[in-house]
């Protein structure tokens, strides 16, 4: 029995004390939190003996509740261990029934430990449980935090294709505009061309015109002319034969019949030859 109470004892004190190392390295590691205060049983009646020992109960609970539950836990071993050595002394000196009463009051001791272990068990769960949901919602927020440095990052980079989109469009506008100044003074060059060459062209088409009408009356006054030059030559033709008659009758009067024929045979010949020539004139034309 004594053996039993001592070990419970040792583990409510490791207990106690990697309850106190744990609570120390979660409030390191996340905020402050405030644990809910929890009431172990009364432990009056037989754990209250007399006024001295409940006011010692109530001194005991003031304070935060780990505060509490670790005095409780000390005093229970403390009383633990007087009880246990009351027992010793009183198995040598006293009756069983003193023996049989500190045995009692050791158990209710080791029940007041044990409760005190149940809740700091409790607090313990509660601060893993909690640890688990921080732990979670740190692994939710660092995803989420992530995505969004991926979001930023692929605006960035759209931002960048879309800037450098735009420089190429400017510098094609640019190019454009140009093209569209060249095309301009390369078309008024080309109207300007055409402008002077409608003007050359009229003018060569007047020049034409005249030309034609000049011809026209070159060729009238050719034609009235070889018309006058024709019936010159034809009086002249007219006024040679007339005057060669004239002579060829004043001479007809000295000749021979035969000299008479043979004048005539020429004349006939010659006139012959004149309107050949006159006809051969005349298709030259």
């Keep these: 029995m004594r053996f039993r109470v001592v070990l419970l004892l040792g583990y409510l004190l490791t207990l106690v004390f990697s309850l106190s190392t744990a609570q120390g390295y979660i409030n390191k590691k996340y905020r402050k939190r405030m ?26 609970s003031q304070g935060n509740p780990k505060q509490k539950a670790t005095n409780i836990a000390q005093k229970a071993a403390q009383e633990a261990t007087a009880a246990s050595e ?9 009756a069983q029934q003193v023996k049989s009463q500190l045995a009692e009051k050791a158990m209710q001791s080791a029940k007041a430990a044990e409760a005190a272990l149940a809740g700091k068990q409790q607090i313990v769960e509660t601060l893993e449980q909690e640890v688990r949901e921080a732990e979670a919602v740190v692994q939710e927020e660092t995803a989420s935090l992530q ?9 960035l980079r759209a931002a960048q294709q879309a800037h450098a989109q735009l420089k190429t469009l400017t510098q094609a506008v640019q190019t454009a505009q140009a093209n569209v100044g060249n095309a301009e003074q390369a078309a008024n060059g080309a109207q300007a061309e055409v402008a002077e060459k409608a003007q050359l ?21 050719f034609a009235n002319t070889k018309q006058a030059a024709y019936k010159a030559a034809c009086a002249a033709h ?48």
């Design 201 to 221: 062209l009229e003018a060569a088409k007047s020049r034409v015109e005249q030309l034609l009408r000049q011809l026209s009356s070159a060729r009238q006054d």
């Design 35 to 60: 644990i809910p205060g929890f009431s172990l049983a009364s432990v009056d009646g037989n754990n209250c003996n007399g006024k001295q020992e409940c006011k010692g109960a109530e001194k005991i």
């Design 147 to 155: 995505n969004a440095q991926g979001n930023i990052n692929a605006a």
């Design 238 to 285: 007219e006024a040679k034969v007339n005057a060669q008659r004239s002579r060829r009758a004043a001479t007809k009067r000295r000749l021979s019949s035969d000299q008479l024929k043979y004048i005539r045979y020429l004349k006939n010949l010659k006139r012959r030859r004149e309107r050949q020539r006159l006809y051969s004139d005349n298709l030259a034309d």
């Design 86 to 94: 009351a027992q010793n002394a009183a198995g040598q000196a006293a």
